[in-house]
């Protein structure tokens, strides 16, 4: 068994710094292990003690009988060391580090917790800085969270990675509350050694996890957490985040529309979508998603059907999917009648609409028995959701048992909205595997994570292509867009000159009006200093191009390296494409509405490297400019299919230049008219010694 597996199923457990008060935090461990019935041994380290907890307790870790599988160290943060070596020594397999005073503490901080890689040798280390792992599927309590006082703590499918203990203590007690189980809960702490994506591979090959639930600060092993989360995909077992720091701003680029563009939370946002992962956008829904996926119930589509008792809830939750683009079509005429014949005739408009409201007829377990099961026959529908009202109190068991038996008849999702205060209902109904929660706007987020997910495209190593000559730092456009063609981006048709008479040649040659700019590799933003004129005809070029120098002096910029002379490409719409380093996910592509508005309506959408074909078309579709590109109002549709072959380029590009392309950026992109092709009509690149 691995280090890992010893930590989340020790036979034997070692803890250091045990005090015989269970009141203190550093006499919980021994009584929650005993509490929660540990069936291993339990061995506790104490100087000043004999026995603890009716346990023999060791005057120090050389005396302890064996090697144990884990070890939980309760000591300040200056005794720590010696207890790691010391268990290290032992062959102990694994160590949990509650103290902090580490590397989250600044200053020394990170000395010492560097200090505790060093003296664990081989032996693995959980924390510092964590509360520890709870593992409910076999009884064992490697933890002091005050979490584990609750009386009854049911097992279940879904297993948690925190970053926090707070918020690991704060799932554990809160799902219990509502009678979801869990099977293996792990806090990281500050991840000196095991991180959550290393624990996420651990538990994605436990047999009791069906689900995985993660809250995350950040991810100091993107790459492992990549192949991780398409293992999940790969396995069937969805992942679900909640990802803090989304008012964080990611590192901004100087020269380039793309760093301002591309945040560092929306880097994740980019990650968890091209993985499959689902993010959850409250902290709520860390908890709703999945209690809703852990029943293995998918929804084929987005038709959902409102069953109530109270029309105010039932429109609350049809106003909170409609608004989220889910559809609430009407009964079917076979199903109306069904609901009709349940309701009288009387109620018969009643039941030809969705949400479908039962009031009137009375609130009886075999009406609502048997109007839900008619819904989730009904081919009109993918989802069923009903509301759980106050008349519920008087006989949860009843309205429970009703729920359960429908959902266990169908292949369809069954959700339950409990519109009163009443948290013996929800622990009813989740518990019978009946998702229920009890916020409306949680149903959208729950809806969501139950449609039909695509699997994972495979990704196929680029083809190599040898680079061309390039010079280091700030290329002029010239360059750049030379650079991009080699990859295969088109670009405009251009010379670059040296000064006006070399300008005048180059239009004449060119034919018709042209566009002119400064070529300068210093001046990153043309426009901004009077360097872009369009439209000129030849006879027009040698006085444009002293008006621009004179505005460039003007602005003080730096003197152009000559002149760009272009076709005068067209395009129906404008786009950009660019491409930014996160300082910690790394390198990727970004797509977008672009021009000199590009971030004024920051319509763009982003994928990490390595970018797959079916990557590069659901950017293009996850634009609000999608309208644009297919035809807007009459406007010709756009060559749509030529855009994603230049994204893709343009990702080739960046992967082969590694770790030398420090930015790139297209703006605009031109996109013609359907087998037009599309144009490189401006460009910026920025590149380190190899």
């Known amino acids: 068994m691995s280090a890992i597996g010893k930590l989340l199923r020790p036979r034997s457990v070692a803890i250091i710094g045990a005090s015989a008060d269970m009141a203190k935090m550093t006499g919980r461990p021994v009584g929650y292990l005993q509490k929660h019935g540990f069936a291993g041994a339990i061995w506790p380290v104490n100087p000043r003690a004999t026995e603890i907890a009716g346990l023999t307790s060791y005057p120090d870790i050389a005396a302890l009988p064996g090697a144990p599988d884990a070890a939980i160290i309760l000591l300040g943060a200056e005794r720590v060391e010696p207890a790691v070596r010391a268990l290290a020594e032992k062959g102990c397999a694994a160590a949990i580090i509650l103290a902090g005073g580490f590397a989250e503490s600044g200053g020394d901080g990170g000395a010492r917790q560097a200090a505790l890689q060093k003296a664990a040798g081989a032996m693995r280390l959980l924390g510092p800085n964590t509360i520890g792992l709870v593992n409910l599927t076999d009884h064992i309590t490697l933890s002091a969270t005050g979490a584990l006082e609750v009386?009854?703590?049911?097992?279940?499918?879904?297993?948690?990675?925190?970053?926090?203990?707070?918020?690991?203590?704060?799932?554990?007690?809160?799902?219990?509350?509502?009678?979801?189980?869990?099977?293996?809960?792990?806090?990281?702490?500050?991840?000196?050694?095991?991180?959550?994506?290393?624990?996420?591979?651990?538990?994605?090959?436990?047999?009791?996890?069906?689900?995985?639930?993660?809250?995350?600060?950040?991810?100091?092993?993107?790459?492992?957490?990549?192949a991780a989360a398409r293992r999940a995909a790969a396995l069937g077992k969805p992942v679900v985040v909640f990802k803090v720091g989304r008012s964080e701003a990611g590192e901004r680029s100087a020269s380039s529309h793309t760093g301002a563009l591309a945040g560092a939370d929306r880097m994740f946002d980019a990650l968890f979508r091209q993985l499959g992962v689902i993010r959850a956008e409250t902290f709520n829904d860390l908890i709703d998603i999945p209690a809703a996926l852990v029943v293995g119930k998918r929804a084929a589509g987005k038709r959902v059907a409102v069953l109530t008792s109270t029309g105010g809830a039932g429109t609350l939750l049809a106003d909170a999917a409609g608004v989220a683009g889910f559809a609430l079509p009407d009964p079917d005429a076979a199903t109306a009648e069904r609901i009709t014949a349940l309701l009288g005739e009387d109620e018969k408009p009643a039941a030809a609409r969705n949400p479908v409201d039962v009031t009137l007829a009375g609130v009886k377990p075999e009406v609502f028995r048997a109007a839900i099961s008619a819904l989730l026959a009904s081919d009109a529908y993918d989802a069923v959701v009903t509301v759980v009202g106050s008349s519920a109190l008087a006989q949860p068991e009843v309205v429970a048992g009703a729920l359960a038996e429908c959902a266990a008849g169908s292949a369809k999702p069954l959700l339950a909205y409990?519109?009163?205060?009443?948290?013996?209902?929800?622990?009813?109904?989740?518990?019978?595997?009946?998702?229920?929660?009890?916020?409306?706007?949680s149903l959208p987020a729950m809806l969501a994570a139950l449609q039909p997910r695509a699997p994972l495209p495979a990704m196929v190593a680029a083809e190599p292509l040898a680079l061309p000559e390039l010079p280091e730092g700030p290329l002029n456009e010239a360059e750049a867009k030379a650079l991009f063609a080699h990859f295969g981006v088109p670009v405009t048709r251009e010379f670059a000159v040296a000064d006006a008479a070399g300008a005048e040649a180059a239009a004449r040659q060119l034919g018709g009006k042209v566009v002119l700019k400064i070529l300068s590799r210093h001046i990153a933003h043309k426009s901004d200093v009077g360097?872009?004129?369009?439209?000129?005809?030849?006879?027009?070029?040698?006085?444009?191009?002293?008006?621009?120098?004179?505005?460039?002096?003007?602005?003080?910029?730096?003197t152009p390296e000559g002149f760009l002379v272009g076709e005068l490409a067209r395009g129906e719409v404008e786009m950009?494409?660019?491409f930014h380093r996160d300082p910690q996910l790394g390198p990727a592509v970004l797509l977008g509405l672009g021009g000199v508005t590009a971030e004024l309506f920051q319509d763009t959408t982003l994928r990490l490297l390595p970018l797959a074909p079916a990557d590069a078309e659901a950017m293009v579709g996850e634009l609000r400019a999608a309208r644009l590109l297919a035809g807007w109002r009459g406007a010709p549709a756009c060559d749509t299919p030529a855009l994603v072959a230049a994204v893709l380029a343009f990702a080739r590009m960046a992967e082969a230049?590694?770790?030398?392309?420090?930015?790139?950026?297209?703006?605009?992109?031109?996109?013609?008219?359907?087998?037009?092709?599309?144009?490189?009509?401006?460009?910026l690149a920025v590149l380190r010694r190899g």
Not at 544 to 557: D, F, I, K
Not at 658 to 668: D, K, Y
């Open 657 to 683: 230049l590694g770790e030398r392309l420090v930015e790139a950026e297209i703006n605009p992109v031109f996109v013609g008219r359907v087998g037009e092709g599309v144009r490189a009509v401006d460009g």
């Open 531 to 558: 360097g872009v004129r369009v439209g000129l005809t030849a006879d027009q070029v040698p006085d444009a191009c002293a008006a621009m120098l004179a505005s460039v002096a003007a602005a003080g910029a730096p």
């Open 151 to 226: 009386g009854e703590l049911p097992a279940g499918r879904i297993s948690v990675v925190s970053q926090s203990g707070g918020i690991l203590g704060a799932l554990l007690s809160r799902a219990a509350d509502r009678g979801i189980g869990f099977a293996k809960l792990v806090a990281t702490g500050n991840e000196a050694d095991i991180d959550a994506a290393e624990v996420l591979e651990a538990l994605l090959e436990d047999e009791a996890t069906g689900v995985v639930a993660m809250y995350l600060e950040g991810l100091r092993k993107p790459e492992r957490f990549r």
């Open 418 to 441: 409990v519109s009163p205060q009443a948290p013996h209902i929800v622990r009813l109904l989740n518990g019978c595997g009946v998702p229920a929660f009890t916020a409306p706007e």
């Open 576 to 578: 950009i494409l660019g």
